[in-house]
Structure formats: structure tokens, C-alpha cells
Antibody, heavy 122, light 109 residues
Framework: EVQLVQSGAEVKKPGESLKISCKTS????????IGWVRQMPGKGLEWLGV????????RYSPSFRGQVSISADRSIATAYLEWRSLRASDTAMYYC???????????????WGQGTLVTVSS | EIVMTQSPDTLSVSPGERATLSCRAS??????LAWYQQKPGQAPRLIIY???TRATGIPARFSGSGSGTEFTLTISSLQSEDFAVYYC???????????FGPGTKVDIK
């Protein structure tokens, strides 16, 4: 059974750093791109970026490049999303997502983590 | 950036009726289009990929059609569990420049 289990909710202050995780199981972690999607409160879905764990090839949305960092650790089948300096506007639910079809450039996502709520407030 | 638009914003439908949701891309995306269902407090769920292929476990009452810039998601006979927000997403091209539509909320009439 494929599972993506994300780390718990975070409350941070502006300017602080944060790294959230997505622990996967039930599939070959190195064979599929894994990514992150943001959902601000009451809003729609926004794609942040994806990483291919085998070679750490990482692709970002132009809107989020330089704002976040995506990484992965194949040894523990876990992906990460990191901020160096949080802003109030980063307050959102963040979902990790698994690419549906391996070894393709098709980026529909068949499994989603449960979400990590990040709240940034002074 | 490819901009996705969806219509209507909200669709009020009675159980058992047919629902037709539209999605438009600002430029052609071939058949690289997915639909997701999101219920309150839950993560989205993949419904349709490749514009017209149902994902694993999705009932046959869901169907997708279209290619290029115009796409449709049809729910043939709405069940109570289908009331949710539906998002379309394009994933055309390399490097990936994935974008989602703003969503259509399907609620009970």
C-alpha cells in the first residue's frame, strides 16, 4: 500500500527557518518524481516543484524558485520542503504528491500526503 | 505560464442529476490534463488523467473528455459523496510547468 505521511503542523515566526518532511512507503521511491503543492486558506492548489530522488534533479515553479528548497533522502524514502526565512504569506497547507506514472514526464499525482499546516505569525 | 480557467465557479445539482464541469487552458496542452476531487478537510484525489482515463478505483459515472484547450468532466448521476470541489491540472511539456485551475464547487441543490 502506497503511503505518504507528512510531518505535523508547525507554528513559526516570520524570519524563522523550517523543514517539513514526507515519509513514503509502498513503492519504489527512486522511480517516481515526488513534489509539493500549496493550498492557502480557502484557496486553490499551487504547484511548488518536484524532485527525482534517484539523481536529485529538481524542478521548481517559477513562482516558487528561490523561495523554497526541495530535497530527498533515498535511504529513508523521504522528501523535504524547506524555507530559510518564512513570511506570513507562507501560511498554508502543504501537500506532498507522488507522480502517477514512473519514468514519464507526465506529472499527474496519484497519491497525496495528508498535508502539513504551516502557520507563520508574529 | 499556461493559465487554467474553470467554469462555473459553483454548480448546484440535485442527487441523481448530471453534472458537467468545464476547464480551459490558455494554450494547447494536448491530453496532459488531470482532474482532482477535494472534500473539506481532505487532500485532493486523482479522478481523471490523460484527459479521459479514470484513475484506479474511480467509479464509471465519472468521465473526462477533450484535448488541446477545452476539457470537460462529467458526473453522470451525482451521488452524495460526489459533492466536493473539482480542480483541473495541466502537466504539458518539459521542464514541468504545472498549473491548476481555480476549482469548481459542486454543491447540493
Amino acid at each position: 500500500e502506497v503511503q505518504l505521511v507528512q510531518s505535523g503542523a508547525e507554528v513559526k515566526k516570520p524570519g524563522e527557518s523550517l523543514k517539513i518532511s514526507c515519509k513514503t512507503s509502498g513503492y519504489s521511491f527512486g522511480s517516481y518524481w515526488i513534489g509539493w503543492v500549496r493550498q492557502m486558506p480557502g484557496k486553490g492548489l499551487e504547484w511548488l516543484g518536484v524532485i527525482f530522488p534517484t539523481d536529485s534533479d529538481t524542478r521548481y515553479s517559477p513562482s516558487f524558485r528561490g523561495q523554497v528548497s526541495i530535497s530527498a533522502d533515498r535511504s529513508i524514502a523521504t522528501a523535504y520542503l524547506e524555507w530559510r526565512s518564512l513570511r506570513a504569506s507562507d501560511t498554508a497547507m502543504y501537500y506532498c504528491v507522488k507522480q502517477h506514472l514512473e519514468y514519464t514526464s507526465h506529472f499527474d499525482f496519484d497519491f497525496w500526503g495528508q498535508g502539513t499546516l504551516v502557520t507563520v505569525s508574529s | 505560464e499556461i493559465v487554467m480557467t474553470q467554469s462555473p465557479d459553483t454548480l448546484s445539482v440535485s442527487p441523481g442529476e448530471r453534472a458537467t464541469l468545464s476547464c480551459r487552458a490558455s494554450q494547447g496542452v494536448d491530453s496532459n490534463l488531470a482532474w482532482y476531487q477535494q472534500k473539506p478537510g481532505q487532500a485532493p484525489r486523482l479522478i481523471i488523467y490523460g484527459a479521459s482515463t479514470r484513475a484506479t478505483g474511480i467509479p464509471a459515472r465519472f468521465s473526462g473528455s477533450g484535448s488541446g484547450t477545452e476539457f470537460t468532466l462529467t458526473i453522470s448521476s451525482l451521488q452524495s459523496e460526489d459533492f466536493a470541489v473539482y480542480y483541473c491540472q495541466q502537466y504539458d511539456g518539459w521542464p514541468p510547468r504545472i498549473t491548476f485551475g481555480p476549482g469548481t464547487k459542486v454543491d447540493i441543490k
